[in-house]
């Protein structure tokens, strides 16, 4: 093999050199940029901030506290302005309503909906007023929306209303109107009354 030859299989080589890199860097950089188009590789689904033992309060225009919403850790994320929540209590604290207070053991706050969406032992407590019986729900998950103060549900719900019991699939409560809607088959279990005594 002459040095002529010898020279253009080196060229030949470097050549197949430089082709196989540019491939590689070119699949590299399609890669990062599907990654980037979903969210993985960017750190959009990961939180922005996480906060232990909190509690925040929505204030009404004339700047009394509306409600309020507390946990044991709350963890927001920036992609979708949802905070997940973790033993979350929220407390409607209306002027002029009954404080309605909801236990769960998870949920999601939407900061840009103010709606709070509870899951996993839904407790629901509304105290008695002189217009209405304390109300006491269960369910596996509510959605709450805070500034309307009504809650709602599609799942199997397990209630009491001052004596009487209920239960059914689906319910409808507005804290404003004192209203309470059940929904799907169900059962109302009323309290026997009380029969007057006999004149003595």
Excluded: C
């Excluded at 050199?17 to 969210?39: K, N, P």
């Excluded at 225009?61 to 997940?84: C, F, M, T």
């Excluded at 009487?164 to 169900?186: C, D, F, I, W």
Aim: glycine share 8%.
């Amino acid at each position: 093999m002459n040095k002529r030859t010898a020279h253009r299989w080196r060229l030949l080589a470097l050549m197949l050199t430089a082709v196989f890199f540019a491939f590689g860097s070119f699949w590299l950089l399609q890669a990062v940029q599907t990654d980037d188009a979903t969210g993985v590789g960017n750190g959009l689904n990961e939180p922005d901030y996480i906060v232990e033992n909190f509690s925040f309060v929505r204030m009404t225009e004339h700047g009394a506290p509306r409600y309020v919403v507390s946990g044991a850790r709350l963890a927001h994320h920036p992609d979708n302005d949802v905070s997940e929540v973790t033993r979350p209590v929220v407390e409607s604290m209306a002027p002029g309503r009954p404080r309605m207070t909801m236990h769960a053991d998870r949920g999601q706050v939407y900061h840009g909906e103010d709606r709070v969406e509870l899951m996993g032992n839904v407790d629901v407590n509304r105290p008695a007023t002189p217009k209405s019986a304390a109300l006491r729900a269960k369910t596996e998950a509510l959605t709450v929306l805070a500034d309307d103060e009504i809650v709602k549900t599609d799942r199997p719900v397990q209630m009491t209303l001052g004596a009487a019991s209920a239960n059914g699939v689906g319910m409808v409560a507005e804290n404003p109107t004192q209203k309470l809607h059940l929904g799907g088959r169900g059962q109302i279990v009323y309290p026997p009354r009380t029969s007057p005594a006999p004149n003595q």
